[in-house]
């Protein structure tokens, strides 16, 4: 029972952080040290993450289909924007391999998770004051926003709030902002369960993750984190068109504050 319950926090904690902008890595970090909830294993975060794949591709069914009946048909601001996704996902995967080591430590550090909540706060907050456009998303813009997911593997750094403030600082309209910020994770997803799949198939302490979690286990933490995550992308989207996505750096800097001075 123990396991169906952590596994319902994870699940619930993958779905909302993953697309709010509160940064998933930081608020697990955060419930290991407040509530003593185990990490999970790489095969289990791959589950999760696959949920929230499967809650993006169901949010943005009709333009994935459109996109890649575009691909097909040779449609030039298709390819256009498969080359966006591409180039936005240069940066991160540079990132993580030239810093991983150095990264990991941060996950050992609470203080660190609140600077780097507060960080997310300022510059959330900071869309209160900066006017958006309406434009579209270009190849250098991808790349700007590419750079900005790539800070998003500290844990405290939201991906969603470093992707869509990125975009909108840079004249992309909300909504296309939203539908980039997650379409370019896609590929990074995919990529990350490959691998995690590929290298790990264990759970805590080197345990069989089906003799840690059974498979309806993982079956249910899996919908339970795309129900979810479906929920929040749609919260999101709404938030963002009418101009409240910058509230959220309020949320993000006072837990990052209260990290700071009670951790």
């Given at each position: 029972?123990?396991?169906?319950?952590?596994?319902?926090?994870?699940?619930?904690?993958?779905?909302?952080?993953?697309?709010?902008?509160?940064?998933?890595?930081?608020?697990?970090?955060?419930?290991?040290?407040?509530?003593?909830?185990?990490?999970?294993?790489?095969?289990?975060?791959?589950?999760?993450?696959?949920?929230?794949?499967l809650s993006i591709l169901a949010y943005y069914r009709k333009t994935i289909v459109r996109l890649v009946a575009g691909v097909f048909k040779g449609d030039a601001a298709a390819w256009r924007m498969v080359l966006c996704i591409g180039l936005s996902a240069?940066?991160?995967?540079?990132?993580?391999?030239?810093?991983?080591?150095?990264?990991?430590?941060?996950?050992?550090?609470?203080?660190?998770?609140?600077?780097?909540?507060?960080?997310?706060?300022?510059?959330?907050?900071?869309?209160?004051?900066?006017?958006?456009?309406?434009?579209?998303?270009?190849?250098?813009?991808?790349?700007?926003?590419?750079?900005?997911?790539?800070?998003?593997?500290?844990?405290?750094?939201?991906?969603?709030?470093?992707?869509?403030?990125?975009?909108?600082?840079?004249?992309?309209?909300?909504?296309?902002?939203?539908?980039?910020?997650?379409?370019?994770?896609?590929?990074?997803?995919?990529?990350?369960?490959?691998?995690?799949?590929?290298?790990?198939?264990?759970?805590?302490?080197?345990?069989?993750?089906?003799?840690?979690?059974?498979?309806?286990?993982?079956?249910?933490?899996?919908?339970?984190?795309?129900?979810?995550?479906?929920?929040?992308?749609?919260?999101?989207?709404?938030?963002?068109?009418?101009?409240?996505?910058?509230?959220f750096g309020l949320y993000c800097a006072a837990v990052g504050l209260v990290i700071l001075l009670r951790m």
């Amino acid at each position: 029972m123990d396991n169906v319950l952590n596994m319902v926090w994870l699940a619930v904690l993958q779905g909302v952080t993953e697309f709010l902008p509160v940064s998933s890595s930081g608020h697990l970090v955060l419930l290991q040290k407040l509530l003593g909830v185990e990490a999970p294993g790489e095969t289990v975060e791959v589950v999760l993450h696959v949920g929230t794949m499967l809650s993006i591709l169901a949010y943005y069914r009709k333009t994935i289909v459109r996109l890649v009946a575009g691909v097909f048909k040779g449609d030039a601001a298709a390819w256009r924007m498969v080359l966006c996704i591409g180039l936005s996902a240069v940066p991160a995967v540079f990132f993580y391999f030239l810093c991983k080591d150095r990264i990991d430590a941060f996950y050992e550090n609470a203080k660190a998770v609140g600077g780097f909540l507060l960080f997310t706060g300022f510059v959330l907050m900071a869309l209160r004051w900066i006017p958006g456009g309406k434009g579209n998303v270009t190849p250098a813009r991808a790349v700007l926003i590419g750079i900005a997911q790539s800070i998003a593997i500290l844990p405290g750094v939201s991906r969603s709030g470093m992707t869509i403030a990125s975009a909108r600082m840079s004249g992309v309209s909300p909504d296309e902002a939203a539908e980039f910020s997650f379409l370019m994770c896609l590929p990074l997803l995919a990529g990350a369960a490959v691998l995690s799949l590929l290298g790990h198939t264990s759970g805590a302490e080197g345990a069989s993750v089906t003799e840690v979690f059974p498979a309806w286990v993982l079956a249910t933490g899996c919908l339970l984190s795309a129900a979810v995550g479906y929920a929040a992308l749609a919260l999101l989207v709404r938030l963002l068109r009418g101009g409240r996505f910058w509230m959220f750096g309020l949320y993000c800097a006072a837990v990052g504050l209260v990290i700071l001075l009670r951790m």
